[in-house]
């Protein structure tokens, strides 16, 4: 039996996951909770601290911001799959506080591994509590750089999805750890292509440009030369707010095909395939500049 915690049910598998099931049924005041596990909890701000918390979001909205350099995103692929399909069941992963528009013939399922008010379910990527064959769409942005073992996860997104079903992915390529120890991997174009080779392409390209990833990468060169976290948290808004111009430079570069070798994230959106590509298929997706070998 899984627990249910404020509403929500916490379906994790406590054998294969890095989070337990201890970390949303215990409360702050228990022992042995440690920081991570009151911030898996995901817990309301008391009423007091709800005003500070609203004036550092706008402020945020201010300073940690991207420039648009990409051609595609995931509400355009919740539009496409409602289109094609006359009632269409969309899982989103990760989901955090994102919400996509309610459509008449459209019925969203929100998971993620924090318990607040957005999450449907509590879940892990690894193992969907979910029977084969159940959605036609499954939406996960910034989602699988986060997971131990991606391509375990892009199986268990195929597994749940009905014949001929999509998939949207966004992962980071040029950029720096986030969420600290909760971030594990980075994919090339390429890279990202191959783990979903069990889809058919419908669009694919650059979620974030080279001139963002240059703006993070120079933001944390300069808090790599501090440790008190007082420090670096004004070092990283001053940094943010120098860079700002920086990332103007995506409005070009989105549009040059060699910019995805220098990408700052990509994304995926294809269909469910009867068979996977090969390697050797997998490099006619290639879209860069960095060319190695003489082509005839």
Same mark, same amino acid.
């Given at each position: 039996?899984?627990?249910?915690?404020?509403?929500?049910?916490?379906?994790?598998?406590?054998?294969?996951?890095?989070?337990?099931?201890?970390?949303?049924?215990?409360?702050?005041?228990?022992?042995?909770?440690?920081?991570?596990?009151?911030?898996?909890?995901?817990?309301?701000?008391?009423?007091?601290?709800?005003?500070?918390?609203?004036?550092?979001?706008?402020?945020?909205?201010?300073?940690?911001?991207?420039?648009?350099?990409?051609?595609?995103?995931?509400?355009?692929?919740?539009?496409?799959?409602?289109?094609?399909?006359?009632?269409?069941?969309?899982?989103?992963?990760?989901?955090?506080?994102?919400?996509?528009? &309610? +459509? #008449?013939?459209?019925?969203?399922?929100?998971?993620? /591994? =924090?318990?607040?008010?957005?999450?449907?379910? $509590?879940? !892990?990527?690894? &193992? +969907? #509590?979910?029977?084969?064959?159940?959605?036609?769409? /499954? =939406?996960?942005?910034?989602?699988?750089?986060? $997971?131990? !073992?991606?391509?375990?996860?892009?199986?268990?997104?195929?597994?749940?999805?009905?014949?001929?079903?999509?998939?949207?992915?966004?992962?980071?390529?040029?950029?720096?750890?986030?969420?600290?120890?909760?971030?594990?991997?980075?994919?090339?174009?390429?890279?990202?292509?191959?783990?979903?080779?069990?889809?058919?392409?419908?669009?694919?390209?650059?979620?974030?440009?080279?001139?963002?990833?240059?703006?993070?990468?120079?933001?944390?060169?300069?808090?790599?030369?501090?440790?008190?976290?007082?420090?670096?948290?004004?070092?990283?808004?001053?940094?943010?707010?120098?860079?700002?111009?920086?990332?103007?430079?995506?409005?070009?570069?989105?549009?040059?095909?060699?910019?995805?070798?220098?990408?700052?994230?990509?994304?995926?959106?294809?269909?469910?395939?009867?068979?996977?590509?090969?390697?050797?298929?997998?490099?006619?997706?290639?879209?860069?500049?960095?060319?190695?070998?003489?082509?005839?």
């Amino acid at each position: 039996m899984f627990p249910v915690v404020d509403g929500t049910p916490v379906l994790i598998n406590d054998e294969n996951s890095v989070f337990a099931i201890a970390d949303f049924t215990k409360s702050r005041k228990s022992a042995g909770i440690s920081v991570d596990t009151i911030r898996l909890r995901g817990e309301a701000p008391a009423s007091t601290d709800r005003l500070r918390a609203a004036l550092r979001r706008a402020a945020e909205r201010l300073i940690y911001f991207s420039v648009n350099a990409s051609d595609w995103s995931s509400e355009k692929s919740v539009e496409y799959v409602a289109e094609a399909l006359p009632a269409a069941r969309i899982l989103v992963v990760g989901a955090g506080d994102k919400r996509y528009p &309610d +459509l #008449p013939n459209v019925r969203y399922t929100y998971t993620d /591994v =924090i318990l607040g008010e957005g999450a449907d379910y $509590v879940c !892990d990527l690894h &193992d +969907l #509590p979910f029977p084969d064959e159940s959605f036609d769409a /499954v =939406i996960a942005v910034a989602v699988l750089e986060h $997971v131990a !073992d991606p391509f375990r996860c892009a199986s268990e997104i195929a597994r749940v999805l009905r014949p001929g079903g999509y998939v949207y992915s966004v992962t980071p390529f040029m950029q720096q750890v986030h969420m600290g120890r909760y971030d594990f991997t980075r994919f090339t174009f390429l890279g990202h292509r191959r783990l979903f080779r069990h889809f058919t392409q419908v669009k694919a390209g650059m979620a974030l440009g080279p001139a963002g990833a240059l703006a993070w990468s120079l933001e944390y060169f300069c808090l790599s030369f501090f440790s008190r976290s007082a420090t670096r948290k004004y070092v990283r808004v001053a940094v943010k707010l120098a860079t700002a111009p920086i990332k103007y430079f995506d409005r070009i570069l989105a549009r040059r095909e060699g910019a995805l070798d220098a990408a700052g994230g990509v994304y995926f959106f294809g269909t469910k395939a009867d068979r996977p590509i090969s390697d050797r298929e997998l490099l006619k997706f290639y879209r860069g500049r960095d060319v190695v070998y003489d082509q005839e």
